[in-house]
């Protein structure tokens, strides 16, 4: 197993990448020698048979039977070993094994969510276990978006409307990068999340705690710690710029005017309100491009990242 990578790869990071990297190099070998052939021939004969070189007049044969047979058969040979080659691997790529766990993935503007079996959610994180099979159940919430993890090489389209999937099993713990392959839109570059790999009894672990998420915090802290987490800092600022969206520094309790002309309050229930149904009220200068978070946080999330607004004077 490849740990440090090559010029054209990175290092590989999960049972299948080896062979999706041998087909790889294969194909790049082959291309470079029929490449270096046509070329140097090119070269060759252009030198050999140049204008204003004497050269004998003699009549050229109509064609050559074994030279046609064997430009035929070699590249023939060589796309049927590349078709099922590639076959076999496709198939395995793209057909989980019966023991594998599966994790939802839903992917919006402009951030990866994801839900595990015993209840758990992590928003820009994917949190597994080293050495066991992971299914991967995606969506997306708006817009094609394309699911990529280099380390593992696996890419997979994430569209709406529809489930695709695909699985990986990773080789070594760490944390790994994850992209959106697709252009989604102005936030389609900061759409990065990581992959963290863990030992087995540590991800046991993290279920556990992640059920138990905000025990022991304050609302208004728990709603700090979900401002990064479930990624509104994507999008948002807390400083008084502005971003993707409005601020939410000093907003609480002050009048905002909204694209049709109107104004409103920002109170509690504005909050809720624009967390779960976004559309709905959309503030003047900005853009109707936030997602619902209607099934992506629960009751107590939106309370707390209420509380935590209010707080931000």
């Known amino acids: 197993m490849d740990t440090t990578g090559t010029l054209f790869m990175p290092p590989q990071h999960s049972t299948f990448a080896g062979q999706v ?3 790889f ?28 070189r004497k050269q004998p007049v003699e009549a050229g044969p109509s064609h050559n039977t074994a030279l046609e047979i064997i430009w035929t058969i070699i590249p023939t040979v060589l796309v049927v070993i590349v ?5 076999k691997l496709f198939l395995k790529m793209n057909v989980p094994p019966k023991d594998a766990i599966e ?26 276990p080293v050495g066991k ?41 760490g944390t790994f990068n994850l992209f959106c392959t697709q252009y989604c839109g102005k936030g389609h570059s900061e759409m990065i999340a990581k992959v963290k790999v863990m030992g087995e009894r540590e991800y046991e672990d993290w279920l556990v ?51 049709d002309g109107s104004s409103v309050m920002v109170d509690e229930n504005y909050i809720r309100e624009s967390i ?11 853009q109707p491009v936030m997602p619902t978070f209607q099934g992506v946080l629960n009751d107590r999330e939106v309370d707390a990242l209420t509380a935590y607004i209010k707080t931000l004077k």
């Not at 779960?276 to 503030?283: F, S, Y």
Request: glycine fraction near 8%; charge should be positive.
């Open 276 to 286: 779960l149904d976004p559309q709905a009220k959309i503030v003047a200068g900005y």
């Open 133 to 173: 099979p992971v299914k991967l159940l995606m969506s997306s919430r708006d817009v094609i978006h394309g699911f990529f993890i280099p380390d593992f090489r696996i890419k997979m389209d994430v569209v709406p409307n529809r489930y695709t999937i695909t699985w990986f099993e990773a080789t070594q713990t």
């Open 21 to 23: 990297d041998s087909l």
């Open 83 to 87: 078709f099922f080659w590639g076959f």
């Open 25 to 52: 190099y294969f194909i790049l070998y082959a291309s470079t020698v029929f490449f270096a052939i046509v070329v140097f021939g090119m070269i060759f004969f252009a030198v050999r048979y140049r204008r204003g």
């Open 209 to 259: 705690s992640g059920t138990k998420a905000g025990e022991g915090m304050s609302l208004a802290d728990f709603g700090a710690k979900l401002y990064v987490s479930k990624a509104c800092a994507t999008c948002h600022n807390v400083d008084g710029t502005a971003n993707v969206g409005p601020s939410f520094k000093g907003i609480f309790e002050h009048q905002v005017k909204l694209s």
């Open 103 to 128: 994790i939802k993935v839903t992917g919006q503007k402009w951030f990866w969510s994801f839900d595990y079996p015993n209840g758990a959610s992590t928003v820009n994180e994917l949190d597994v």
